[in-house]
Structures are given as structure tokens and as C-alpha cells.
């Protein structure tokens, strides 16, 4: 196995468990304890994980996985809900997409829909996701609005007063959201409260609010609230979510779509 495969391994393991032994690794990748740590230490110095004695941890309020790091955990999922909330969008509308492993996923779909090859503009897309913005950028039919704001290397999403004031001054059709938590209870949450302040904003701006998150966010909270259920309008998931999540969902309002 390559260093990057074993990395890429732990760093999913870490994600399901919140918690790795050094012993316990090893065992199951097949590699020497040795080399664990080894991966540990070094993954470590990348603020990747937190090293503990015997092992390593995820904190998860106040940490997250890189984006590049977290984009192929649940790729094929992801996917499907991206092409799926990219056909609920309109030609010529203004749409607001937030940052995010599926919202960039939401990105790459929009970006080969036929019918949004040229347009006057074909989409007008308002982001604070720098890698959204470079996807698109490319992509003459797509009008891009990048907010400002200072770049959070974690997400790649700008956050802080300026993109305060970009937000403030415009309107939305449909706000694309990614979360890492939604609850039934206590809606959308995010890791990062700045973060969460901006989302919130995009999705008080639009007349629709869709959510993109896959089963394993659903039932789980973060952090920091980024708004309730009262405020979605559409959460497009994948088929393995609970049954029993869906229909609180569907209880209070939401379209549910699960793919």
C-alpha cells in the first residue's frame, strides 16, 4: 500500500471512529505499528489529526478534514445528489452555492448540464468557495461572483465582514447549502461559526434554500447553527438515510429527494 493510499485510509478511518490506536491501525491496513506512528506524526505537523499517546484523534467541533482530503469519502453519493439538485435548477437563474465536497460535486454537474452550455448568463452563481469559483471560472456562459472575505484553508471558503457586505447587497433564486450536520431539531450546523454566519446569510438572500448532504450527515449537528428546518425548502440525499430521519424531515416541511 502507498503512503498516500495508507493516508487516505486513516484518514477515513478517523472520520467514522473519531478516534485511532496506533496498534489497532496497523492491524487493519497491514503495516507495521512502526509506520503508523510514523503516518500519525507526520500527518500530525499537516494539522490533519491530533496525536494522543498510543494513537491519534479528530476533534470534532473545532476541526475538520481538508477538503482534498474529505472529496472522495462517499464520491459516488455525492454525485448523484450533485446531478440531482443541478436538474431543480433553472436557466438564467441566481444561484448561491456555499463550499463543500458536494456543493463542488453540485459545481462540476452544472458545468456539463447541456442546456447550460451558452446563456446570457446560463446560471448566475454566487459563491464564497474559492475552489467553486475556479471551477467555473472557466465557463464564458456562467456570470461568477465570488464574495470577499478572508479564505479559510480547511473549506476554501472566504468568511469575516466582507463577504458580509457583498451578500447584503443581493438576491438570490436558490441557495444551494452543504452542511455537516442536519437535524431535524436543530437544522443545518456547520464546524466553524464564521463560516455558518456566511451560509446562513446566502440562504436568508434566496427565495428557495436546497440542501445537498448525504445520508451520514443527517441526524448528526455541528457546532455551530447555521439555520432550522423552517428555512429549507429541498434536501436532496442518497438512499441509504433513514427512513425515519426522511419523514421528520418531510413533518416539517421539506421536500425530500433521495437518489
Known amino acids: 500500500m502507498s503512503r ?7 484518514l477515513e478511518l478517523l472520520v467514522e ?10 492491524t487493519e491496513l497491514g503495516v507495521s505499528a ?34 482534498r482530503y474529505k472529496s472522495a469519502l462517499g464520491a459516488a453519493e455525492k454525485q448523484r445528489i450533485a446531478k440531482a439538485v443541478a436538474e431543480l435548477l433553472t436557466p438564467g437563474e441566481a444561484v448561491g452555492l456555499t463550499g463543500g465536497t458536494t456543493t463542488t460535486e453540485v459545481a462540476r454537474a452544472l458545468a456539463v448540464r447541456p442546456d447550460l452550455s451558452s446563456g446570457t448568463p446560463a446560471l448566475t ?21 465570488l464574495t470577499g472575505g478572508v479564505a479559510r484553508p480547511q473549506s476554501y471558503e472566504l468568511i469575516g465582514p466582507l463577504a458580509d457586505g457583498v451578500l447584503s447587497q443581493i438576491t438570490l433564486d436558490t ?3 452543504g452542511v455537516v450536520g442536519l437535524d431535524a431539531e436543530h437544522g443545518a450546523s456547520a464546524h466553524d461559526e464564521a463560516e455558518a454566519a456566511i451560509n446562513r446569510l446566502l440562504c436568508e438572500r434566496a427565495e428557495r434554500v436546497v440542501v445537498a448532504a448525504d445520508s451520514s450527515k443527517l441526524g448528526h449537528r455541528a457546532f455551530a447553527r447555521i439555520c432550522g428546518v423552517g428555512q429549507l425548502d429541498v434536501l436532496v440525499t442518497d438512499t441509504a438515510a433513514d427512513a425515519g430521519d426522511l419523514a421528520r424531515f418531510e413533518e416539517a416541511g421539506v421536500r425530500v429527494v433521495a437518489v
Open 175 to 177: 441557495a444551494v447549502l
Open 125 to 145: 452563481v454566487v459563491t464564497n468557495a474559492l475552489n467553486i469559483a475556479n471551477e467555473l471560472a472557466v465557463r464564458p456562459q456562467f456570470k461568477i461572483v
Open 4 to 10: 498516500d493510499a495508507r493516508w487516505k485510509s486513516l
Open 34 to 67: 512502526a509506520t503508523i506512528r510514523r503516518d500519525f506524526d507526520q500527518l500530525a505537523e499537516q494539522q490533519m489529526l491530533v496525536r494522543t499517546r498510543g494513537g491519534a484523534v479528530v476533534h470534532g467541533v473545532s476541526y475538520e478534514l481538508p477538503l
Open 17 to 26: 471512529r473519531g478516534r485511532l490506536d496506533v496498534e489497532q491501525a496497523a
